[in-house]
């Protein structure tokens, strides 16, 4: 109970930070993608099914506040976490620090990636063609870069506090001496 | 040992895909609705408090990086205008529906509305649209296509969405806005107020034949559903014409800080009991 309570305190701070808090502060901290940086750093620290139902409650929250149609966000974070999962699989083997880093990086090129093929998509269909060429815009490619170093700041941080906090990452010896 | 973790990926990229694509039916189907009216009942009141904190570390950061006195001269002057442009469009609209009542005895009165007064509480996440989320939906009776106005009744968006408890205005900076705003004084004059790119405001298609100045006052045309008209937008800040062109644009100002809206009123059309 106690967990189903603390699990419930973080999604709905987490959330809120991202509604109510993050759009509104100074512009260049506005990239911050919290939700995300905690999806990967669930799927890393526990396991990518932990990580799927995050994503999921997270995202689920975002598209009933959202204008785009509903499945989109879900989408978003869904498929961003599976190709994350697959260049885990593939390229990254180990839970070391760089391997969090390289994936909080392919992580925001992904959501990135797959958040501007939704609103092509989107404001093809809305016919706002005239929108579509601004998605790849120079300042839009900034505002990739920014949240690449903003996630990543985040994520290290975090990285650390679950780092200091429990044993997940720590190299653990097996003392074959004793009986 | 690779092809058995790739293997597990395929079946779990199924799974998750699949999960989406259930609720995504189930949300289509109207199944899903009480778990989505849960989720808002227990986000609502959190994000809403978020938000008033956030405001306030906003407001104080703000108080610690500009200077005290500066603001409040801002403030004075910026109410000051305000107080002054209202006075000029009571002036104008009330001239100006005089001339209409003599010409057609028709007009749209402004008591036809109440306000329906609602705090911002966030912002969508996706970036397809410049929209606020606000805490009042359905059960207040807003619906989709009613006026909201900020700050000294500027108008600034439409309700786009609404739910049973919140609802998502369109703010009119936004590409997707399009408003039928005329120039105050100048009554014949309409054109389509549009929002550029969430940074500024132009109304497009003005007659090159009209003649306009900067500082002219834009107002709504009262020739949309639920929006009546002289509701405030902004004032003329530049304009651009050339003899070859057939229409002339004009780029508007409005006093309203799109980005520090809290709260908003939102105009809904009094039911009438005579009838």
Known sequence: MIKIVKYLIVWLSVVSWQIAVNPFLPKSFQELNLPLVMVILFGFVYSKKVALIWAIFFAFAFDLYSVMPFGSILFLYVLTLLIVNGVFLKMLTNKSFYSFCGLLIIASATFWLVNCVELILYYFFENHKEQIALIFSASNLYLLFKQIILNCFVGVILYFVVNFFSNKFKAVYIDTTRN | ?275
């Open chain 2, 1 to 275: 040992m690779d092809m058995f973790f790739l293997k597990k990926h395929k079946s779990f990229s199924f799974v998750a895909v699949g999960l989406v694509l259930i609720l995504i039916f189930l949300h289509w189907i109207n199944l899903l609705k009480p778990v989505e009216k849960i989720f808002i009942l227990v986000t609502k009141p959190v994000i809403n408090s978020f938000y008033g904190l956030s405001n306030r570390f906003g407001n104080y950061y703000l108080n610690l990086k500009s200077k005290k006195e500066l603001l409040a001269e801002n403030k004075k002057l910026r109410e000051d205008v305000a107080i002054l442009m209202k006075g000029k469009s009571r002036f104008l609209s009330a001239k100006e529906e005089n001339e209409f009542l003599r010409d057609q005895l028709d007009y749209v009165d402004i008591n036809r509305f109440e306000p329906i007064i609602a705090k911002v509480i966030g912002k969508s996440t996706d970036q397809s649209q410049n929209s606020l989320i606000i805490d009042r939906g359905e059960d207040h009776g807003l619906s989709v296509g009613l006026p909201v106005l900020g700050e000294h009744g500027y108008l600034i968006g439409k309700v786009i969405r609404t739910n049973k408890k919140t609802a998502q205005i369109l703010l009119i900076n936004d590409d997707f806005s399009k408003i039928s705003v005329k120039i105050q004084g100048l009554k014949n004059i309409l054109g389509i107020l549009q929002g550029r790119f969430g940074l500024g405001l132009v109304i497009e298609m003005i007659p090159i034949n009209q003649t306009i100045k900067e500082g002219d006052l834009i107002v709504t045309s009262g020739l949309e559903e639920n929006i009546p008209d002289n509701l405030i937008v902004g004032q003329i800040k530049s304009y651009q014409n050339s003899p070859e062109e057939l229409f002339q644009s004009a780029a508007i100002e409005s006093l309203v800080d799109f980005n520090k809206i809290t709260m908003v009123d939102i105009l809904k059309e009094k039911i009438s009991t005579h009838d």
